[in-house]
Structures are given as structure tokens and as C-alpha cells.
């Protein structure tokens, strides 16, 4: 059963940096792919970024590709959303998720079993 913990949100400004953390205990961390998602208030649970568990690549949603950077630190059993030039729409509750999704379903929750409890960031204009 794997365990993750989410760490690092907070109340920033437009134009600013922020880096999550997302730790993971219970399982073979590197044999799982690894992702980020958000919900924003009203609004549905959306894909962020992902580290596919095979190949290893970075996928991005549209809405941060160049901005934010997912990375993971196996020594450690963590993963990573640095966040660059934070927009007001990137204000939402950030969830950490590990799965083993093939690659065509990277983007979908379903594809992931574990879920942090989520961290909160708040860009204010």
C-alpha cells in the first residue's frame, strides 16, 4: 500500500515560484508512475503533469507546459512540481497520484491508485 504525502503549497503572486513535494512510503517508488493533478474550486479534478513509470518521460497539460517541471528524487521516494510564473488560474488544491497507467492513459484519475490528501496554492493578481 503505498502512502503519499504532499508538501510545499502556500498563498504566492503572480509571476512567483513554488515547488511541491509529494513523499511517498509503502511501495517500490521508481516501479510506479507518478502524477500531478489539481482542482480548482467548482471545478473538476484536472491532469497536470505525469512521469510515465516505463520510459520515464514528462508529459504536461497544455495549461503549464513550460512553466511547471515534474521531477522525482528516487533516493528520497519523492516527487516534485517545480511551478514557475504562477497565474491566478493555477490556484487550485494540488494532489499528488501513483499508478501504473499505460501510456494512452496517462492523463485519467482512473489510471491512478493512490492519492495524497492534497496541497493548496493560492496565486493572488
Known amino acids: 500500500q503505498v502512502q503519499l504525502i504532499e508538501s510545499g503549497g502556500g498563498l504566492v503572486q503572480t509571476g512567483d515560484s513554488l515547488t511541491l513535494s509529494c513523499a511517498a512510503t509503502?511501495?517500490?517508488?521508481?516501479?510506479?508512475?507518478l502524477a500531478w493533478f489539481r482542482q480548482a474550486p467548482g471545478k473538476d479534478r484536472e491532469f497536470v503533469a505525469t512521469i510515465h513509470r516505463q520510459n520515464r518521460r514528462t508529459y504536461y497539460s497544455d495549461s503549464v507546459k513550460g512553466r511547471f517541471t515534474i521531477s522525482t528524487d528516487n533516493t528520497k521516494n519523492t516527487m516534485y512540481l517545480h511551478m514557475n510564473n504562477l497565474k491566478p488560474e493555477d490556484t487550485a488544491l494540488y494532489y499528488c497520484?501513483?499508478?501504473?497507467?499505460?501510456?494512452?492513459?496517462?492523463?485519467?484519475?482512473?489510471?491512478?491508485?493512490?492519492w495524497g490528501q492534497g496541497t493548496q496554492v493560492t496565486v493572488s493578481s
Open positions: 509503502g511501495g517500490t517508488f521508481s516501479s510506479y508512475g
Open positions: 497520484a501513483a499508478g501504473r497507467p499505460i501510456l494512452s492513459s496517462l492523463r485519467y484519475e482512473a489510471s491512478y491508485s493512490y
